[in-house]
């Protein structure tokens, strides 16, 4: 069994930055994607963003594109998000997952199709 772990949450005012982690307690079998999403206040859970295996493919939410960067280190079981000029609509618990099994088209991940998920850090941007 996988146990992914976030950190790097917390406060951070409009137009600032914050990069999340997400740690895995052991590396799977098989090689496999990983993605982040979110759920902010009184919303749903919606996809944020996802990375290939090798980090050579990635997929971002259009509110995440040219402002989020999703990376990889698979020697070191993690995982990052970098977030810049983060908004107060940013503000959302931020969820890790990973497929278990496999390394498949990432718009396979849009509907939150993970088998292992970390249970969450909080990002708040307000001023």
């Known amino acids: 069994q996988v146990q992914l772990v976030e950190s790097g949450g917390g406060v951070v005012r409009p137009g600032g930055s914050l990069r999340l982690s997400c740690v895995a307690s052991?590396?799977?079998?098989?090689?496999?994607?990983m993605g982040w999403f979110r759920r902010a206040p009184g919303k749903e859970r919606e996809f944020v963003a996802a990375?290939?295996?090798?980090?050579?493919?990635?997929l971002y939410a259009d509110f995440a594109k040219g402002r989020f960067t999703i990376s990889r280190d698979n020697a070191k079981n993690t995982m990052d998000l970098q977030m810049n000029s983060l908004k107060p609509e940013d503000t959302a618990v931020y969820y890790c997952?990973?497929?278990?099994?496999?390394?498949?088209?990432?718009?396979?991940?849009?509907?939150?199709?993970?088998?292992?998920w970390g249970e969450g850090i909080l990002v708040t941007v307000s001023s």
């Open positions: 990375i290939s295996w090798s980090g050579g493919s990635t």
């Open positions: 997952a990973a497929d278990g099994y496999s390394d498949s088209p990432l718009k396979e991940y849009l509907n939150g199709n993970m088998d292992y």
């Open positions: 052991r590396r799977a079998r098989n090689t496999y994607a």
